[in-house]
């Protein structure tokens, strides 16, 4: 073994990487960009107070599944939010709350279109699966870095991280989704004479709709499972809390802020399958 | 009669090594063979035919017959390999994306097997689509489609959604759909075969009566015999992805063309137990020996016939007596009735076999009287009663 040389790997990466960071205009529009949205939505959730936004929540869990009448939801919601606010994480759980719905945004906006190319185009989509599945498996700290690298420290290479990690479901199920329609849908559409935008946003997307949302449930709670890894880049939040527990050997600090991201995560998901549920057509 | 619809050596070839294909194809070698060296399959080979305008074209075969694949070339929801697909003189493999889209929207529309509703979409939503698609603005395609919903007879259904509704319902829908954009060719892909016996027997019933109003040109596929006999004004038989037959329900009947399709005719092929006397109908007679020109004219209106049969007190078969004649004698105060009986009108025996006469059914005139030992007229054969109760209908007999 010693007598072949080692594959400069690392260097290659390396320069690939400072080649890239010299595009720096171009890095820092989408720090803005993406900074932006972040700003937004912690301006919205700062400008709440604390009860009302506990109401809007409830409220709009009550109404989502005011057909199901799954109230012990709500008793869960309203004890896990009380929660929160008492070990003083409402502001952290924010924060984590921003990360994750921008991401899961531009995980949206990103993949589901790469989704539909997918189901449209054989050649992108056997290009795409390898690397779905590089996105998936590389472990996440390793985006950290050229994150850095690229955006600076703070929420935005945390976002960065998160929507590599986590954009995978929504382009696969987004992908799968659309070619679940069954054959003779898309036929009749076409024999109708639509157009390929026709099919797609009269018949495909439609008929994709619940598999797509499983998706974007799927990219959330995946962006969610980021939210310590990105705080070690300065991303701010209930991540930040438990990476902090960690160096001090905090194990009672850690789990307080642990259950609080438990909180959030059984929260997000009820309501996005909630979301999904009403949007299915009645049978 | 004009040819709406021309196919001008049409073929379909899949997989991969298509030009290889195409050549051994010319050289006449067989799809198993194809298939072998080349690796393609043939769908369809070198397909010609032609369908008249306002005709029900039906397209028979089983399984693998490449009937499927013949109905989708006809759209290009299947591109084909080469050949010609005319409407109205219009090439439809030539025409660009663009063009092509015109051509569906406008002059054709499709029925499915499984219905192919959109079950996102209500039942007005669904048969409107085809309207949608084309940019007709809401009220009035709206309106068109609760026309065509009337049409296929569903009242009340518009909001409901596909999966509330039977099969048979559905099936309305998926014709509704069709009728509602107006186009003048009707593609039904084995449109009844989803459905129960009974609810099958209805939708063609249904179809025919449609047709008599609509005069559409409609190319139905099918793998059911009785179905293509009681539908189709034409049928073609497909075999390996070649045009074995084509021809009249009678045709087919009566001249198979070769062992593939006597076969197909076997399995319903009720012409072989069937005998004279399972499809006789009563007949309207009058009796010679006491009856005169005016009795024989009043039955002929009371049962709206142009002939009747003679016989005399024995009930002994003598002839048919026609209106033209009798209505002459009655003019000339002539009560002579026997002076105008046809006396050379053909007989067979109860006990004759169906498929011993089919022929001379299908080219005499006039119907076939049924006579025992004795020559007692038993009851009359007409055309239409031989193929329904071949087709596995019933003979419907006026009293």
């Given at each position: 073994m010693n007598n072949i040389p080692q594959l400069p790997v690392s260097s290659w990466i390396d320069k690939f990487v400072d080649w890239l960071v010299s595009f720096e205009g171009f890095f820092n529009g989408v720090t803005n960009f993406i900074g932006g949205i972040i700003n937004g939505f912690q301006w919205v959730f700062d400008i709440l107070p604390i009860w009302l936004f506990m109401l809007i929540i409830l409220g709009a869990t009550y109404w989502l599944n005011r057909k199901t009448k799954h109230w012990t939801l709500l008793i869960f919601e309203a004890i896990g939010l009380l929660y929160i606010w008492n070990q003083g994480f409402w502001r952290d759980m924010t924060q984590t709350l921003t990360l994750v719905l921008t991401s899961s945004l531009i995980a949206l906006v990103i993949g589901v279109p790469l989704g539909i190319w997918m189901a449209k185009s054989k050649v992108f989509a056997v290009i795409n699966k390898p690397i779905l599945d590089f996105m998936q498996t590389m472990p996440a700290f390793v985006y950290l870095i050229p994150a850095v690298a690229f955006f600076?420290?703070?929420m935005v290479p945390g976002v960065i991280a998160s929507v590599i990690f986590a954009m995978p479901p929504t382009v696969r199920m987004t992908n799968l989704g659309i070619r679940q329609v069954p054959n003779d849908l898309t036929e009749a559409a076409d024999s109708y004479g639509s157009t390929g935008w026709q099919k797609l946003f009269k018949v495909q997307l439609p008929l994709a709709k619940s598999t797509l949302m499983a998706g974007v449930n799927q990219s959330m709670m995946l962006s969610l499972s980021m939210v310590v890894i990105a705080s070690m880049i300065g991303a701010m939040g209930l991540g930040n809390k438990v990476y902090f527990a960690v160096g001090r050997n905090d194990a009672g600090g850690g789990f307080a802020a642990g259950l609080a991201i438990v909180i959030l995560a059984i929260i997000l998901d009820r309501i996005t399958q909630a979301i999904n549920r009403n949007k299915v057509p009645k049978s | 009669m004009t040819a709406k619809l021309q196919v001008q050596h049409l073929t379909k070839i899949f997989g991969r090594r298509i030009p290889k294909a195409e050549e051994l194809l010319k050289q006449g070698k067989s799809k198993a063979e194809i298939l072998k060296t080349a690796g393609a399959t043939v769908g369809v080979n070198d397909a010609n035919f032609e369908v008249n305008d306002g005709e029900i074209f039906v397209i028979m075969g089983l399984s693998g017959s490449g009937k499927s694949t013949m109905i989708r070339m006809i759209n290009r929801l299947i591109e084909p390999t080469s050949g010609k697909v005319l409407i109205d003189g219009e090439n439809l493999t030539d025409l660009s994306k663009k063009e092509l889209l015109d051509v569906r929207r406008n002059k054709m529309s499709m029925v499915f097997q499984n219905f192919?509703?959109?079950?996102?979409?209500t039942i007005i939503e669904n048969t409107a689509y085809g309207l949608e698609i084309k940019g007709v603005d809401k009220d009035e395609r709206l309106k068109k489609a609760h026309d065509a919903l009337e049409l296929v007879g569903?009242?009340?259904?518009?909001?409901?959604?596909?999966?509330?509704?039977s099969g048979g319902m559905q099936q309305r829908v998926g014709l509704a759909r069709a009728l509602a954009t107006d186009s003048e060719i009707l593609l039904m892909d084995e449109?009844?075969?989803?459905?129960?016996p009974l609810n099958r027997k209805d939708m063609q019933d249904e179809l025919l009566d449609l047709q008599e109003n609509l005069h559409k040109t409609i190319v139905f596929i099918s793998h059911d015999l009785n179905e293509a006999l009681r539908i189709g004004d034409r049928i073609m038989i497909m075999k390996d992805g070649v045009i074995v037959q084509t021809g009249t329900p009678e045709e087919i009947l009566t001249q198979p063309a070769d062992e593939y399709v006597e076969k197909f005719i076997e399995d319903v092929d009720r012409t072989k137990v069937l005998t004279a006397s399972n499809v006789m109908i009563r007949p309207t007679f009058v009796n010679i020996d006491k009856d005169g020109p005016r009795i024989a004219m009043r039955r002929m209106r009371e049962n709206e016939i142009s002939s009747v049969y003679v016989v005399n007190s024995k009930r002994e078969f003598v002839g048919v007596a026609d209106a033209d004649h009798v209505m002459g004698l009655i003019k000339q105060k002539n009560p002579d009735l026997m002076s105008v009986v046809q006396k050379d009108v053909p007989t067979t025996g109860p006990d004759t076999p169906i498929t011993e006469i089919m022929e001379k059914i299908s080219q005499t005139p006039i119907p076939f009287a049924v006579v025992d030992d004795q020559k007692h007229l038993l009851g009359i054969i007409i055309r239409g009663a031989v193929l329904g109760a071949i087709s596995g209908n019933e003979v419907t007999e006026d009293e």
């Open positions: 600076g420290i703070g | 192919a509703l959109f079950p996102n979409r569903l009242h009340g259904y518009d909001d409901q959604y596909p999966t509330q509704l449109a009844f075969s989803a459905l129960d």
